[in-house]
């Protein structure tokens, strides 16, 4: 069964994108957090841009962070954004 | 100790008071012998930087500046801690971020301090991108490994 989330991007990987947000059907398929950003990469040029190196995406569900092995289950909100650079 | 007062944390656009937040902490109960606070700083950059400016994940990084702060006061025996962040537009010479933790002794509150920059660095959500004073946008300021290596090295030493 499909389901319904918000996406949210933050600094450079909202701009690469070239959105702030987004709400998204997922196919069944897509379950964990690495298979999205499978997913995404093949929505085209502005996200393989944003996600070529996904190893460096990190990845909040529901405000929380995730490692990329997470289920995304049940998520309401998934946040993606570069490595954080506060302080 | 007494028991501990919730954490104050803030996010704001406008500046902080840092005099004003030492006497918060001091003022609030009897029993504080110490208070440590750190005071980040935006800085020139050789004069090349107009500003740094900080985007952050409303809602998310109350939450992860929360549960640090929970975290520390599990940690250590204080009995206060202060936390504030600047988002937006912050000029050389101007304040980005306080941390001040008061305890009994000043062991508590000096590695309280430390740990929770520590991780607000790495782990609240917050970015900086650099404004140039040629008036143009700069990049994205990029993490740095030797971060990510202190908070290893807080849950290397996890009780």
């Given at each position: 069964?499909?389901?319904?989330?918000?996406?949210?991007?933050?600094?450079?990987?909202r701009e690469r994108?070239?959105?702030?947000?987004?709400?998204?059907?997922?196919?069944?398929?897509?379950?964990?957090?690495?298979?999205?950003?499978?997913?995404?990469?093949?929505?085209?040029e502005e996200y393989?841009?944003?996600?070529?190196?996904?190893?460096?995406?990190?990845?909040?569900?529901?405000?929380?962070?995730?490692?990329?092995?997470?289920?995304?289950?049940?998520?309401?909100?998934?946040?993606?954004?570069?490595?954080?650079?506060?302080? | 100790?007494?028991?501990?007062?919730?954490?104050?944390?803030?996010?704001?656009?406008?500046?902080?008071?840092?005099?004003?937040?030492?006497?918060?902490?001091?003022?609030?109960?009897?029993?504080?012998?110490?208070?440590?606070?750190?005071?980040?700083?935006c800085r020139a950059?050789?004069?090349?930087?107009?500003?740094?400016?900080?985007?952050?994940?409303?809602?998310?990084?109350?939450?992860?500046?929360?549960?640090?702060?929970?975290?520390?006061?599990?940690?250590?025996?204080?009995?206060?801690?202060?936390?504030?962040?600047?988002?937006?537009?912050?000029?050389?010479?101007?304040?980005?971020?306080?941390?001040?933790?008061?305890?009994?002794?000043?062991?508590?509150?000096?590695?309280?301090?430390?740990?929770?920059?520590?991780?607000?660095?790495?782990?609240?959500?917050?970015?900086?991108?650099?404004?140039?004073?040629?008036?143009?946008?700069?990049?994205?300021?990029?993490?740095?490994?030797?971060?990510?290596?202190?908070?290893?090295?807080?849950?290397?030493?996890?009780?």
């Amino acid at each position: 069964m499909a389901s319904d989330v918000k996406l949210v991007y933050f600094a450079w990987v909202r701009e690469r994108i070239g959105k702030a947000e987004e709400d998204i059907d997922l196919p069944a398929e897509v379950s964990t957090v690495a298979q999205l950003l499978v997913f995404l990469r093949e929505r085209g040029e502005e996200y393989r841009n944003a996600l070529a190196r996904p190893e460096v995406i990190r990845v909040a569900i529901d405000h929380e962070h995730v490692d990329h092995g997470h289920s995304i289950a049940g998520a309401r909100e998934i946040a993606l954004f570069p490595p954080m650079t506060g302080g | 100790m007494e028991p501990v007062p919730a954490p104050i944390l803030r996010i704001q656009a406008a500046d902080f008071d840092v005099a004003a937040e030492i006497d918060r902490l001091s003022q609030a109960r009897a029993d504080v012998g110490a208070i440590v606070t750190f005071t980040g700083i935006c800085r020139a950059e050789e004069g090349r930087l107009a500003a740094l400016e900080l985007e952050h994940y409303p809602g998310m990084a109350e939450a992860e500046i929360g549960r640090i702060a929970g975290e520390a006061v599990r940690r250590w025996e204080l009995s206060g801690l202060t936390v504030i962040h600047r988002i937006g537009l912050v000029k050389p010479g101007q304040n980005i971020v306080l941390v001040a933790a008061g305890s009994v002794h000043r062991q508590a509150a000096f590695e309280a301090a430390s740990f929770v920059m520590d991780f607000l660095k790495s782990r609240a959500p917050f970015w900086k991108r650099e404004h140039l004073n040629d008036g143009t946008t700069g990049d994205w300021v990029e993490a740095r490994d030797a971060d990510e290596d202190r908070i290893r090295g807080w849950a290397v030493t996890k009780d």
